[in-house]
Protein backbone atom coordinates (compact mmCIF):
# COMPACT_ATOMS: atom_id res chain seq x y z
CA UNK A 1 0.00 0.00 0.00
CA UNK A 2 0.93 3.67 -0.77
CA UNK A 3 -0.14 6.65 0.80
CA UNK A 4 -0.04 10.46 -0.17
CA UNK A 5 -1.11 13.07 2.42
CA UNK A 6 -1.79 16.64 2.14
CA UNK A 7 -0.98 19.22 4.88
CA UNK A 8 -3.30 22.13 4.24
CA UNK A 9 -3.95 25.22 5.61
CA UNK A 10 -6.93 24.18 6.73
CA UNK A 11 -7.95 20.67 6.66
CA UNK A 12 -5.44 18.05 6.56
CA UNK A 13 -6.08 14.63 4.40
CA UNK A 14 -4.83 11.14 3.78
CA UNK A 15 -5.49 8.81 0.98
CA UNK A 16 -4.12 4.98 1.12
CA UNK A 17 -4.10 3.42 -2.89
CA UNK A 18 -2.61 -0.19 -3.56
CA UNK A 19 -0.57 -1.87 -6.57
CA UNK A 20 -3.51 -0.67 -8.97
CA UNK A 21 -3.83 2.81 -7.95
CA UNK A 22 -7.53 2.25 -6.55
CA UNK A 23 -8.28 4.33 -3.39
CA UNK A 24 -8.26 1.65 -0.40
CA UNK A 25 -8.80 4.65 2.34
CA UNK A 26 -8.88 8.08 3.12
CA UNK A 27 -9.13 10.19 6.27
CA UNK A 28 -9.77 14.32 6.26
CA UNK A 29 -9.38 16.27 9.48
CA UNK A 30 -8.91 20.15 10.45
CA UNK A 31 -4.84 20.94 10.45
CA UNK A 32 -3.91 21.21 13.84
CA UNK A 33 -1.02 23.95 15.40
CA UNK A 34 1.21 21.36 15.04
CA UNK A 35 1.52 20.22 11.39
CA UNK A 36 3.29 16.73 12.02
CA UNK A 37 0.53 15.87 14.41
CA UNK A 38 -2.34 16.62 11.87
CA UNK A 39 -0.39 14.31 9.20
CA UNK A 40 0.02 11.63 11.79
CA UNK A 41 -3.74 11.75 12.99
CA UNK A 42 -5.01 11.68 9.58
CA UNK A 43 -2.78 8.56 8.78
CA UNK A 44 -3.52 7.11 12.04
CA UNK A 45 -7.81 7.33 10.98
CA UNK A 46 -7.20 5.97 7.08
CA UNK A 47 -5.15 2.90 8.70
CA UNK A 48 -7.75 2.45 11.21
CA UNK A 49 -10.44 2.06 8.81
CA UNK A 50 -9.10 -0.36 6.95
CA UNK A 51 -7.26 -2.47 9.81
CA UNK A 52 -4.19 -2.09 8.87
CA UNK A 53 -0.95 -0.58 10.47
CA UNK A 54 1.81 1.77 9.52
CA UNK A 55 4.16 -1.45 8.92
CA UNK A 56 1.61 -1.95 6.04
CA UNK A 57 2.36 1.10 4.31
CA UNK A 58 5.17 0.67 1.48
CA UNK A 59 5.71 4.65 0.63
CA UNK A 60 4.74 7.63 2.10
CA UNK A 61 4.42 11.70 0.16
CA UNK A 62 3.83 14.16 1.78
CA UNK A 63 2.50 17.64 0.26
CA UNK A 64 1.03 20.82 1.14
CA UNK A 65 2.12 23.55 3.15
CA UNK A 66 2.66 21.34 6.05
CA UNK A 67 4.38 19.01 4.15
CA UNK A 68 8.24 19.34 5.48
CA UNK A 69 6.71 19.13 9.30
CA UNK A 70 5.31 15.34 8.15
CA UNK A 71 8.62 13.35 9.47
CA UNK A 72 7.58 10.06 8.45
CA UNK A 73 7.25 10.71 5.10
CA UNK A 74 9.86 9.24 2.58
CA UNK A 75 9.41 12.08 -0.16
CA UNK A 76 7.85 15.49 -0.33
CA UNK A 77 6.50 16.83 -3.57
CA UNK A 78 4.84 20.39 -4.16
CA UNK A 79 0.89 20.43 -4.25
CA UNK A 80 0.64 21.65 -8.01
CA UNK A 81 2.32 18.47 -8.92
CA UNK A 82 0.23 16.33 -6.65
CA UNK A 83 -3.65 17.96 -7.61
CA UNK A 84 -1.95 17.45 -10.99
CA UNK A 85 -1.74 13.77 -10.73
CA UNK A 86 -4.98 13.04 -8.35
CA UNK A 87 -7.14 14.67 -10.54
CA UNK A 88 -5.43 13.08 -14.00
CA UNK A 89 -6.38 10.20 -12.62
CA UNK A 90 -10.01 10.55 -11.79
CA UNK A 91 -10.63 11.84 -14.78
CA UNK A 92 -7.96 11.27 -17.63
CA UNK A 93 -8.97 13.88 -20.39
CA UNK A 94 -8.72 17.07 -17.76
CA UNK A 95 -7.01 19.54 -19.36
CA UNK A 96 -7.82 22.73 -16.33
CA UNK A 97 -7.56 22.23 -12.81
CA UNK A 98 -9.44 24.71 -10.59
CA UNK A 99 -8.87 24.22 -6.90
CA UNK A 100 -10.14 26.66 -4.45
CA UNK A 101 -9.43 25.77 -0.96
CA UNK A 102 -9.62 27.64 2.72
CA UNK A 103 -6.87 30.16 2.25
CA UNK A 104 -5.48 29.48 -1.50
CA UNK A 105 -7.15 29.22 -4.79
CA UNK A 106 -4.75 27.89 -7.90
CA UNK A 107 -5.68 27.31 -11.92
CA UNK A 108 -3.78 25.31 -13.18
CA UNK A 109 -3.37 24.42 -16.85
CA UNK A 110 -2.40 20.74 -18.63
CA UNK A 111 -0.90 19.40 -21.61
CA UNK A 112 -2.22 16.31 -22.92
CA UNK A 113 0.01 14.08 -21.27
CA UNK A 114 -1.10 15.62 -18.18
CA UNK A 115 1.94 17.57 -17.03
CA UNK A 116 1.86 20.89 -15.27
CA UNK A 117 2.23 23.14 -18.11
CA UNK A 118 1.44 26.28 -16.28
CA UNK A 119 -0.51 27.68 -13.21
CA UNK A 120 -1.40 30.48 -11.24
CA UNK A 121 -1.88 30.80 -7.73
CA UNK A 122 -3.05 33.26 -5.22
CA UNK A 123 -2.12 32.95 -1.84
CA UNK A 124 -1.42 35.88 -0.36
CA UNK A 125 -5.27 37.50 -0.26
CA UNK A 126 -8.42 35.92 0.97
CA UNK A 127 -10.19 37.24 -1.82
CA UNK A 128 -11.14 34.12 -3.99
CA UNK A 129 -10.61 31.74 -1.49
CA UNK A 130 -12.48 29.40 1.33
CA UNK A 131 -11.80 31.98 3.91
CA UNK A 132 -13.87 35.11 1.72
CA UNK A 133 -16.50 32.77 1.45
CA UNK A 134 -16.49 31.54 5.34
CA UNK A 135 -16.45 35.36 6.56
CA UNK A 136 -19.11 36.77 4.08
CA UNK A 137 -21.19 34.23 5.12
CA UNK A 138 -21.07 33.65 8.73
CA UNK A 139 -20.15 36.76 9.98
CA UNK A 140 -22.15 38.79 8.22
CA UNK A 141 -25.21 36.61 6.93
CA UNK A 142 -25.31 34.18 9.87
CA UNK A 143 -25.53 31.29 7.74
CA UNK A 144 -23.85 28.32 7.65
CA UNK A 145 -20.78 27.78 4.94
CA UNK A 146 -22.85 24.68 3.58
CA UNK A 147 -26.43 26.35 3.79
CA UNK A 148 -24.77 29.74 1.25
CA UNK A 149 -24.72 27.46 -2.08
CA UNK A 150 -28.18 25.90 -2.39
CA UNK A 151 -29.89 29.72 -1.61
CA UNK A 152 -27.68 30.95 -4.11
CA UNK A 153 -29.64 28.99 -6.56
CA UNK A 154 -32.88 30.48 -5.22
CA UNK A 155 -31.03 33.97 -6.45
CA UNK A 156 -33.51 35.97 -8.99
CA UNK A 157 -31.41 39.05 -9.33
CA UNK A 158 -27.89 38.78 -8.16
CA UNK A 159 -25.57 41.68 -6.98
CA UNK A 160 -22.59 43.08 -7.79
CA UNK A 161 -19.49 43.51 -5.50
CA UNK A 162 -17.53 45.98 -6.58
CA UNK A 163 -14.63 44.76 -4.32
CA UNK A 164 -12.58 41.66 -4.04
CA UNK A 165 -11.06 42.35 -0.72
CA UNK A 166 -12.59 40.45 2.22
CA UNK A 167 -12.63 43.53 4.23
CA UNK A 168 -14.48 45.83 1.75
CA UNK A 169 -17.00 43.28 0.35
CA UNK A 170 -17.99 43.00 4.33
CA UNK A 171 -18.99 46.48 4.44
CA UNK A 172 -20.61 46.59 0.68
CA UNK A 173 -22.82 43.48 2.10
CA UNK A 174 -23.65 45.44 5.04
CA UNK A 175 -24.55 48.37 2.91
CA UNK A 176 -26.90 45.83 0.50
CA UNK A 177 -28.77 44.24 3.80
CA UNK A 178 -29.57 47.62 4.78
CA UNK A 179 -30.94 48.45 0.90
CA UNK A 180 -33.22 45.06 1.36
CA UNK A 181 -31.50 42.62 -0.53
CA UNK A 182 -31.91 39.20 -0.32
CA UNK A 183 -29.55 36.91 1.40
CA UNK A 184 -30.75 34.54 -2.09
CA UNK A 185 -29.01 37.47 -4.38
CA UNK A 186 -26.27 38.51 -2.08
CA UNK A 187 -25.17 34.92 -1.70
CA UNK A 188 -25.04 34.51 -5.39
CA UNK A 189 -23.21 37.87 -5.48
CA UNK A 190 -20.42 36.26 -3.47
CA UNK A 191 -20.26 33.02 -5.11
CA UNK A 192 -19.60 35.34 -8.91
CA UNK A 193 -17.07 37.54 -6.90
CA UNK A 194 -15.21 34.58 -6.14
CA UNK A 195 -15.75 33.07 -9.81
CA UNK A 196 -14.97 36.37 -11.51
CA UNK A 197 -11.56 36.68 -9.13
CA UNK A 198 -10.13 33.44 -9.51
CA UNK A 199 -11.15 33.52 -13.43
CA UNK A 200 -9.02 36.92 -13.32
CA UNK A 201 -6.47 35.32 -12.04
CA UNK A 202 -6.16 32.26 -14.62
CA UNK A 203 -6.80 34.57 -17.13
CA UNK A 204 -3.90 37.26 -16.15
CA UNK A 205 -1.45 33.96 -16.29
CA UNK A 206 -2.27 33.51 -20.11
CA UNK A 207 -4.54 29.91 -19.32
CA UNK A 208 -7.47 29.60 -21.55
CA UNK A 209 -9.70 27.33 -19.07
CA UNK A 210 -9.65 24.82 -21.37
CA UNK A 211 -11.73 21.79 -20.91
CA UNK A 212 -12.54 19.47 -19.80
CA UNK A 213 -11.77 21.43 -16.69
CA UNK A 214 -12.61 20.20 -13.37
CA UNK A 215 -12.96 22.02 -9.87
CA UNK A 216 -11.57 20.59 -6.76
CA UNK A 217 -10.75 21.85 -3.48
CA UNK A 218 -13.44 22.09 -0.60
CA UNK A 219 -15.15 25.14 -2.23
CA UNK A 220 -16.29 22.57 -4.66
CA UNK A 221 -18.54 21.53 -2.61
CA UNK A 222 -20.35 24.63 -2.97
CA UNK A 223 -23.06 24.48 -6.17
CA UNK A 224 -23.33 28.15 -5.88
CA UNK A 225 -19.88 29.05 -6.92
CA UNK A 226 -19.37 26.03 -9.47
CA UNK A 227 -22.74 27.60 -10.81
CA UNK A 228 -20.90 31.16 -10.90
CA UNK A 229 -17.85 29.56 -12.62
CA UNK A 230 -19.86 27.51 -14.99
CA UNK A 231 -21.80 31.01 -16.05
CA UNK A 232 -17.95 33.47 -15.98
CA UNK A 233 -16.51 30.83 -18.08
CA UNK A 234 -19.26 29.51 -20.46
CA UNK A 235 -18.59 25.98 -19.83
CA UNK A 236 -19.32 23.06 -18.21
CA UNK A 237 -17.14 22.18 -14.76
CA UNK A 238 -16.92 18.54 -13.16
CA UNK A 239 -15.85 17.94 -9.75
CA UNK A 240 -14.49 14.82 -7.99
CA UNK A 241 -16.59 13.11 -5.46
CA UNK A 242 -14.48 14.16 -2.55
CA UNK A 243 -13.27 17.61 -4.44
CA UNK A 244 -10.48 18.10 -1.48
CA UNK A 245 -8.41 14.91 -1.90
CA UNK A 246 -6.91 15.09 -5.28
CA UNK A 247 -3.57 16.25 -4.10
CA UNK A 248 -3.88 13.30 -1.37
CA UNK A 249 -4.42 11.42 -4.30
CA UNK A 250 -1.75 12.31 -6.56
CA UNK A 251 1.05 12.32 -3.95
CA UNK A 252 -0.02 8.72 -2.95
CA UNK A 253 0.48 7.69 -6.89
CA UNK A 254 4.12 9.12 -6.85
CA UNK A 255 4.81 7.30 -3.55
CA UNK A 256 3.83 4.18 -5.43
CA UNK A 257 6.31 5.30 -8.55
CA UNK A 258 8.88 5.91 -6.02
CA UNK A 259 8.73 2.95 -4.42
CA UNK A 260 8.88 1.14 -7.49
CA UNK A 261 12.01 3.32 -8.54
CA UNK A 262 13.87 2.59 -5.49
CA UNK A 263 13.40 -1.35 -6.05
CA UNK A 264 14.45 -0.68 -9.82
CA UNK A 265 17.61 0.78 -9.06
CA UNK A 266 18.45 -1.74 -5.94
CA UNK A 267 17.82 -4.70 -8.86
CA UNK A 268 20.72 -4.35 -10.63
CA UNK A 269 23.15 -4.65 -7.51
CA UNK A 270 21.39 -8.08 -6.63
CA UNK A 271 21.38 -9.57 -10.18
CA UNK A 272 25.11 -8.56 -10.36
CA UNK A 273 26.14 -10.37 -7.42
CA UNK A 274 24.16 -13.47 -8.15
CA UNK A 275 25.64 -13.64 -12.03
CA UNK A 276 29.37 -13.43 -9.80
CA UNK A 277 28.50 -16.45 -8.03
CA UNK A 278 27.39 -18.11 -11.14
CA UNK A 279 30.53 -17.28 -12.43
CA UNK A 280 33.03 -18.44 -9.56
CA UNK A 281 30.57 -22.14 -9.49
Known amino acids: MF ?3 DIGSVTTKAVIINDKEETLAFSLIPTRFDRRESGAEALKLALRSIRKTKDDIKCIVSTGYGRRAF ?4 KVLP ?37 VSRFEMNDKCAAGTGRFLEVLTERILNLRIDEI ?21 ESEIISLLSEHWSKEDIAYGISRA ?32 TRALEEELGKKIISPENP ?38
Open 194 to 225: IAKRVVGMGAGGQIGFEAPLVFSGGVARNIGV
Open 149 to 169: GPLALRSRQPCTLSSVCTVFA
Open 244 to 281: QLTAALGAAVFAKEHSRRAEASRQPAKESIENSNNTKH
Open 71 to 74: CSSD
Open 3 to 5: TGI
Open 79 to 115: EIVCHARGTKLLFPEVRTIIDIGGQDSKVIELDKNGA
